[in-house]
């Protein structure tokens, strides 16, 4: 992380706790362990602290970091208000963002449909979701907490032998009262090269058992 990037991130982290800690564990939410906030974040385990953010014990220098600093700087103490849905361009000011968003969030999963499938179990559980029983459309759908108030509604369609394989990621209906538009068009991104490297990792287990 560069000193301007890590300078933008701890910035974040003492807006986040000009709260006390029992107010923006509240917020969060997360578990007080002494002088940490514990709570998942991207998959991971994630200790937040004054001056640092630790991701699965070790502390974070990617963009996650900033996101995380960022969410937690201003979120507030409400509950995720999951429905109705809302595609990315549904959500306000997002024109700037939408094609960067089709291809960093949604694009970069579709030659994985077929390995999500085979994984969404494991997907599911890492990161803190659930299988969408009755989806709303799709072959399969389930939802993925990268941050504890913002869940990611997936669509996956198989491919078949007139359409090729598609991927859409929704948002919560008050998802922007957690992150601005760019952050979370940011979370969804980072949240896919999550998957991402979590399939190969599995792929590699398999291969070398």
């Known amino acids: ?110 030659p994985q449909v077929i ?3 085979t994984h969404r179990d494991r997907i599911v559980s890492k990161f803190s979701g659930q299988i969408n029983d009755q989806p709303i459309s799709g072959d399969f759908s389930f939802t993925l907490w990268p941050l504890p108030r913002i869940p990611l509604y997936y669509i996956f369609n198989l491919p078949d032998e007139e359409f090729s394989a598609a991927v859409t990621c929704l948002f919560a209906a008050n998802a922007q009262l957690f992150l601005p538009i760019d952050g979370l068009a940011d979370v969804a991104e980072y949240t896919g090269k999550r998957l991402i490297k979590l399939l190969q990792e599995l792929n590699y287990q398999g291969s070398a058992s």
Request: charged share 20%; glycine share 4%.
């Open 1 to 110: 992380m560069s000193r301007a990037y890590l300078q933008i991130r701890n910035d974040y982290l003492a807006q986040a706790w000009a709260r006390s800690k029992e107010e923006l564990a509240k917020c969060l939410p997360a578990e007080i362990i002494f002088d940490c906030l514990h709570f998942q974040a991207f998959g991971e385990p994630c200790n937040l602290t004054p001056t640092d953010i630790l991701l699965s014990g070790k502390s974070a220098a990617g963009p996650e970091s900033l996101l995380i600093a960022m969410y937690a700087s201003g979120v507030p103490a409400l509950s995720c208000q999951l429905e109705p849905l809302k595609s990315f361009k549904e959500l306000p000011n997002s024109m700037p963002y939408q094609a960067a968003f089709a291809a960093n969030a949604e694009l970069i999963l579709v």
């Open 115 to 117: 390995k999500i499938r």
